[in-house]
């Protein structure tokens, strides 16, 4: 016999041992249900670039052995392979036409607003039709324009197709990148001007990805961040501080507590693996990182 | 299988007890409790923040945790740590809420610095902490030309006693005593150095704060080894809060004392937490978060 009694153990065999068994299963029932209502799991999604190599098939039947629900920044051609393993995407691709939508070229300029309507509108439609609620977008870089000026035109690019969204129940994304390091000038590189960002529109169908290894980057002080600005957050990302890769013991943030703060928020989204695995066993590296965010 | 961190610092002690007679020897004598024994980080107590403990207690806890100094004490516990085989890695001086920002401190601070240089000399304590005070209005043009005119005046004493002068920067965001300084100027580790490389001084350097530096900048190994030529000096704290250094904070530290410890850093790394949990307990789980 297993010397470790489980809760469910001792019902199971109370429920066996008597006549009560109707009686046992139900209080089985509401124990579990009070455990789950105590304890907002974390939804693990994972970006497919960081692993470019394993074919988008393999990924999700390996993640779905370790509790990955999600792989996300995908395009619309992915949409079906995730769907036939029963994953979701939690955060959809961006589209892009002659560079315009990329990270470095998007809604901080007002040239790229006409061709920004065009294929966020045909995007739109395509994540509602499959029924993905969330889609990234940028703020371009800065080149020479100054923070208050490219959060007026993000605002009036993003309000062009905000009603669309809205109508759909699509939520665009902001993602906050670091400057320091992988995308020098990018104008959306600060959560004080993402937040500002979000007030100007005034909109729950437009918030911020807070990408905590981008945001350690850029501005530390993770958790009093997450717990003043969660509002405006609708999606968050890892990755290990320095170097992007695992999110392990080899790198300064302690994860744990950083998913321990976004549980205490009441968030009920996912939180995108985003680490480029260093060691020769990728899926084993994201395998560890579902581990370390599981709390 | 997952291996958390704290039972692979667990196996980690153990594996290290193992080899080391003279720490099986004192853990085996005091029960209970980890001693430092890896030598690659110094580690050292502030006092004021493991209050009600005293300052004579702390010391005794150091001996016993195979921690080598206790910090920003007056020389006048120097005896009692030197009788117990410590160091004080760092002498207090003048108070953050004065200091170079403003020139009209310049006279006192210099006063109080010249005074304890002389002290630290004479008796083998080889760094003085020191600030810049508030803003009080300012430009940061001009409380940065004033840090820097007030440090030039310190850094021949400092040179002459070869006592290091660590100019502390402290975070100016969280509005909660003793875990922030509002208005306090030099709140900007970047701009710390860039006063420090116009002093040029190799007696005048940085205290950096690794709890400080989280709450204002974030990235904190990339930062600790961009600066490492100009750090004088390390505190500890757990973020946000200011407590514990453990897992239920954001900070890891155990990866940043080894990138501290591939610097080649050969001064002292201060702990500088507020425990809400039994004191003597966190203490000792601090110096084994940093005995990398």
């Known amino acids: 016999m297993n010397p470790v009694r489980t809760r469910r153990s001792a019902l199971t065999q109370l429920a066996a041992g008597a006549a009560v068994a109707s009686t046992a299963a139900a209080l089985a029932e509401r124990l579990a249900a009070a455990d789950a209502a105590a304890q907002v799991k974390i939804n693990h999604s994972a970006c497919k670039w960081c692993y470019s190599k394993i074919p988008l098939d393999d990924l999700c039947a390996a993640g779905k052995q370790f509790g990955l629900q999600s792989v996300e920044l995908l395009d619309p051609p992915d949409f079906a392979t995730v769907k036939k393993h029963g994953l979701h995407c939690a955060m959809v691709s961006f589209p892009q036409k002659d560079g315009i939508g990329r990270i470095e070229k998007a809604f901080n300029r007002l040239e790229h607003h006409d061709t920004l309507v065009e294929i966020y509108t045909e995007r739109i439609k395509q994540c509602a039709d499959a029924g993905f609620k969330q889609l990234i977008c940028f ?148 395998k560890q990182g579902v581990q370390i965010c599981t709390v | 299988m997952k291996t958390s961190r704290r039972s692979a610092l667990q196996t980690a002690a153990f ?52 921690v080598k100094s206790i910090e920003l004490v007056g020389p006048e516990h120097w005896p009692m740590l030197k009788e117990l085989g410590l160091k004080c890695a760092l002498a207090g001086s003048h108070g953050f809420a004065k200091g170079f920002a403003q020139p009209d401190q310049h006279a006192e601070c210099l006063k109080v610095l010249e005074q304890r240089i002389e002290q630290c000399a004479a008796q083998g304590v080889p760094s003085v902490i020191t600030f810049s005070g508030f803003r009080k209005g300012l430009t940061v043009d001009d409380a940065t030309k004033n840090t820097i005119a007030g440090l030039k005046k310190i ?138």
């Open chain 2, 15 to 66: 594996a290290g007890v193992s080899v080391i007679t003279a720490s099986k020897v004192r853990a085996a004598e005091g029960g209970d409790f980890y001693v430092a024994r890896n030598g690659r980080i110094n580690q050292s107590f502030v006092t004021w923040n493991f209050r009600p403990l005293t300052i004579p207690e702390l010391a005794k806890l150091a001996v016993k945790f195979g």
């Open chain 1, 139 to 286: 703020s371009g870089n800065r080149a020479g324009l100054d923070d208050e000026t490219g959060l007026k035109n993000c605002a009036t690019g993003l309000k062009r197709i905000l009603p669309l969204a809205e109508k759909h129940g699509i939520t665009l994304v902001m993602e906050l990148l670091n400057s320091r390091v992988n995308h020098k000038d990018y104008q959306c590189d600060k959560s004080a001007w993402g937040v500002a960002l979000c007030q100007a529109i005034g909109s729950e169908r437009f918030k911020l990805l807070y990408d905590i290894y981008h945001m350690q980057i850029m501005e530390g002080d993770v958790i009093a961040t997450i717990k003043a600005r969660h509002q405006y957050f609708a999606h968050y990302h890892t990755g290990g501080v320095p170097g992007r890769n695992e999110i392990d013991d080899t790198q300064e943030l302690n994860y744990p507590a950083i998913m321990r703060a976004i549980q205490a928020t009441g968030y009920k989204g996912y939180v995108g693996q985003e680490f480029i695995p260093k060691r020769e066993d990728k899926i084993a590296s994201l």
């Open chain 2, 155 to 292: 850094a021949p004493i400092a040179e002459k006693h070869k006592v290091t002068v660590a100019l502390e920067m402290l975070n100016s965001k969280v509005n909660v005593e003793m875990k922030g300084h509002p208005d306090y100027f030099c709140d900007d580790m970047d701009l710390s150095i860039r006063i420090l490389q116009a002093v040029g001084s190799p007696y005048v350097k940085v205290l950096f704060d690794i709890y400080h530096v989280q709450i204002m900048h974030g990235d904190v190994i990339t930062r600790l080894r961009q600066y490492k030529d100009f750090i004088a000096h390390y505190h500890t704290a757990g973020n946000p809060g200011r407590n514990e250094i453990d897992a239920t904070q954001e900070i890891n530290y155990p990866p940043i004392m080894r990138a501290i410890a591939e610097t080649k850093y050969a001064g002292f790394v201060g702990q500088e937490f507020i425990p809400v949990r039994e004191h003597v307990k966190s203490i000792n789980e601090a110096v084994k978060l940093c005995d990398v």
